[in-house]
């Protein structure tokens, strides 16, 4: 199974900073790489599918990027409402595989 | 309004079984592919289970291969979760979610339905 290691697995951030979170396969995935957000007591939501392409109604400061094994997400400005885990996933193959997460919590 | 309405989750001992369903509306169901994702208390997420539109194309987790098994009834617009021989890791939040058309998983998500596994 493709393993899919996420960085780092927190991090503290203020509102306005500049958020990178990385996620990396064990083997090449393409494109396939999808991230999700998960905010506390609620069911997970897709941001960004096939690594760069953002789902419809996704604030623009999400972007990401990457190919082959190496991905990356980031918020360009974080806002007070973006405080939430983050997870990444591939679907190159079965069986598909979640990242280990990341939770972005406030400094 | 789209909309995924998992039901079937409850306590059940080691060994036993368990079906989770997934009423589907809002959307042409046989339309998608879906699947079924699970999260343990204060875990991350973990994939279970795929089923494509027409359920030619299916895929298990590692974890529950041999004794999960999915399926859906495109006429019924509902995805299913039959679980055999449960274990205590098997105790999570089951979400039923749907796919992006033709891409990736995770469009449109239910609440979740909590599986316990304990004696």
């Known amino acids: 199974a493709i393993q899919m290691t996420q960085s780092p697995s927190s991090l503290s951030a203020s509102v306005g900073d500049r958020v990178t979170i990385t996620c990396r396969a064990s083997?090449?995935?393409?494109?396939?790489l999808n991230w999700y957000q998960q905010k506390a007591g609620r069911a997970p939501k897709l941001l960004i599918y096939?690594?760069?392409t953002l789902q419809s109604g996704v604030p623009l400061r999400f972007s990401g990027s990457g190919s082959g094994t190496d991905f990356t997400l980031t918020i360009s400005s974080l806002q007070s409402e973006d405080f939430a885990a983050y997870y990444c996933?591939?679907?190159?193959?079965?069986?598909?595989?979640f990242g280990g997460g990341t939770r972005v919590e406030s400094k | 309004e789209v909309q995924l309405v998992e039901s079937g989750g409850g306590l059940v001992q080691p060994g036993r079984s368990l079906r989770l369903s997934c009423a589907a509306s809002?959307?042409?169901?046989?339309?998608?592919?879906m699947h079924w994702v699970r999260q343990a208390p204060g875990k991350g997420l973990e994939w279970v289970s795929s089923?494509?539109?027409?359920?030619?194309?299916?895929g298990y987790a590692d974890s529950v291969k041999g004794r999960f098994t999915i399926s859906r009834d495109n006429a019924r617009n509902s995805l299913y979760l039959q679980m055999n021989s449960l274990r205590p890791e098997d105790t999570a939040l089951y979400y039923c979610?749907?796919?992006?058309?033709?891409?990736?998983?995770?469009?449109?998500w239910g609440k979740g339905t909590t599986v316990t596994v304990s004696s």
């Open positions: 979610t749907k796919e992006v058309l033709g891409g990736a998983l995770g469009d449109v």
């Open positions: 809002g959307f042409t169901f046989d339309d998608y592919a």
């Open positions: 089923i494509s539109w027409n359920s030619g194309d299916i």
């Open positions: 083997e090449d995935i393409r494109n396939a």
């Open positions: 096939a690594v760069s």
């Open positions: 996933l591939q679907d190159f193959n079965y069986p598909i595989t």
